[in-house]
């Protein structure tokens, strides 16, 4: 494989990285907007109370964090290089697959319909972002 070739499958990965990021994070974006027009979850919220969690400033910043690890995944997976990106995309898809999962368990109440469609849609492609990073073969390994 000459080396303008392995770099074009290293680019081309990386693009589809950064917008699997893009898909999963306009999902987690748009739940959070219906989230916002359910009255139920808004009673919730305003309550401070939500299932079982405390809407406490530690929680809240807990959830921006996790929000902007994904953001930031559709910048890194771009610039990183190859073992940093990898790791970065199956760590970071890890922790988003598990907030996902758990969110539909650990609250203490059922999810609502809504909530479960854009959970079966976050949770194959974070699977997915884990599964295409871990196959990702290493370019040194490759043959010139």
Known sequence: MNT???????KDRKVILSTLWIFAVLNYLYADVFG????????????GTV???QMTEGFLLGAAILMETSIAMVLLSRVLKYGANRWANIIVGIINTAAVSLSL???GIT???YYMFFAAIEIPCTLFII?????????????K
């Open 51 to 53: 299932g079982s969690i």
């Open 111 to 113: 999810p609502t319909l």
């Open 105 to 107: 368990f650990a609250t």
């Open 4 to 10: 303008s070739r392995k770099t074009f499958e290293i």
């Open 36 to 47: 916002g027009k359910d009255p139920e979850a808004v009673k919730q919220l305003i309550s």
């Open 131 to 143: 599964w295409y990073a871990w196959k990702w073969p290493n370019p040194e390994d490759q043959p």
